[in-house]
C-alpha cells in the first residue's frame, strides 16, 4: 500500500493485510440510490434530476459522507449481509485488481477509450470501461468515492500492518479515485484525497463493500 512517486501523504509504502471481502463492481449510480431515497425518504442530493446528471447509469454524485455511510447501512437491512464504505486499504486492494505495482488500475497505462477527453458537463455512466484484474470498472475514474476513514497525511508513518482503519478522529474524510471535471480524470491506485463529511461536491460519489 502507498507509493514512493505521488504526494508526501502516500509514502511509506507499506505491506497491509486484509481479510477476504466484496466491493461494488462500479460507483453507485443514480438508479440504485433512486431505491434508497424512495424507502427512506431522504432528500435527494443538489444534483438530483438536473440535466446532465439525471441518468439513471450515472454515478450518484453531491451526497455527504454520512448520507453514503447511510445508504450501506440501510442495504445492510435490505440486501443483507455486513454491507458499509470500504476503508482506504480496501479500496486500494480492490483499485490495484491483483497488481503489486502500476501507474493505474490497469497496470503502466489506461486503456485506450477509458476516459472521455471531450468537455464533460457531468460525469459519464459508469461500466462502460475495461475491467480492472479483479473484474471492478472504473478504478480511479469518472468520481472521487467516499471511504471510511478519517484522513491524516501523515497516518501511514503508523498505520498498523493488519486491517488499518484510520485515525480515530479527524476534521476531513479519506477519499480516492479520479473525477470527470479534473483536467486529468484518473488518478493511481494509491493517490489520496480528502473532504470534510458534510461537503457535497459534484464529482464526489461512492462504492459500497461487504464483508466476505
Given at each position: 500500500?502507498?507509493?514512493?512517486a505521488?504526494r508526501p501523504?502516500?509514502?511509506?509504502?507499506?505491506?497491509?493485510s486484509?481479510?477476504?471481502?466484496?466491493i461494488g463492481?462500479?460507483?453507485?449510480?443514480?438508479?440504485?440510490?433512486?431505491?434508497?431515497?424512495?424507502?427512506?425518504?431522504?432528500?435527494?442530493?443538489?444534483?438530483?434530476g438536473?440535466?446532465?446528471?439525471?441518468?439513471?447509469?450515472?454515478?450518484?454524485?453531491g451526497?455527504?459522507?454520512?448520507?453514503?455511510?447511510?445508504?450501506?447501512?440501510?442495504?445492510?437491512?435490505?440486501?443483507?449481509?455486513n454491507?458499509?464504505?470500504p476503508t482506504?486499504?480496501?479500496?486500494?486492494?480492490?483499485?490495484?485488481g491483483?497488481?503489486a505495482r502500476?501507474?493505474?488500475?490497469?497496470?503502466e497505462?489506461?486503456?485506450?477509450g477509458?476516459?472521455?477527453?471531450?468537455?464533460l458537463?457531468?460525469?459519464?455512466?459508469?461500466g462502460?470501461?475495461?475491467p480492472?484484474?479483479y473484474?471492478?470498472?472504473?478504478?480511479?475514474?469518472?468520481?472521487?468515492?467516499?471511504?471510511a476513514?478519517?484522513?491524516?497525511?501523515?497516518y501511514?508513518?503508523?498505520?498498523p500492518?493488519?486491517?488499518?482503519?484510520?485515525?480515530?478522529?479527524?476534521?476531513r474524510?479519506a477519499s480516492?479515485?479520479?473525477?470527470?471535471?479534473?483536467h486529468?480524470?484518473?488518478?493511481?491506485?494509491?493517490?489520496?484525497s480528502?473532504?470534510?463529511?458534510?461537503?457535497r461536491?459534484?464529482?464526489?460519489?461512492?462504492?459500497?463493500?461487504?464483508?466476505?
Amino acid at each position: 500500500m502507498g507509493s514512493e512517486a505521488g504526494r508526501p501523504d502516500e509514502a511509506p509504502p507499506h505491506r497491509v493485510s486484509l481479510p477476504a471481502f466484496e466491493i461494488g463492481r462500479t460507483p453507485v449510480t443514480n438508479r440504485e440510490y433512486r431505491v434508497f431515497l424512495d424507502a427512506t425518504g431522504t432528500p435527494p442530493p443538489p444534483w438530483w434530476g438536473r440535466a446532465g446528471f439525471d441518468a439513471p447509469e450515472q454515478p450518484v454524485v453531491g451526497v455527504t459522507w454520512e448520507e453514503a455511510a447511510a445508504f450501506a447501512q440501510w442495504l445492510s437491512g435490505a440486501a443483507g449481509g455486513n454491507w458499509r464504505l470500504p476503508t482506504e486499504a480496501e479500496w486500494e486492494r480492490a483499485a490495484r485488481g491483483g497488481l503489486a505495482r502500476g501507474r493505474c488500475a490497469w497496470g503502466e497505462r489506461v486503456p485506450d477509450g477509458e476516459i472521455p477527453t471531450a468537455e464533460l458537463q457531468g460525469p459519464w455512466p459508469v461500466g462502460r470501461g475495461t475491467p480492472n484484474g479483479y473484474g471492478l470498472c472504473d478504478m480511479g475514474t469518472i468520481v472521487h468515492e467516499w471511504c471510511a476513514d478519517w484522513y491524516r497525511a501523515d497516518y501511514y508513518a503508523e498505520s498498523p500492518g493488519e486491517s488499518p482503519r484510520g485515525p480515530d478522529e479527524g476534521e476531513r474524510r479519506a477519499s480516492r479515485g479520479g473525477s470527470w471535471r479534473h483536467h486529468v480524470r484518473w488518478s493511481s491506485p494509491a493517490a489520496r484525497s480528502s473532504l470534510p463529511p458534510t461537503f457535497r461536491y459534484a464529482d464526489y460519489g461512492f462504492r459500497v463493500l461487504r464483508d466476505a
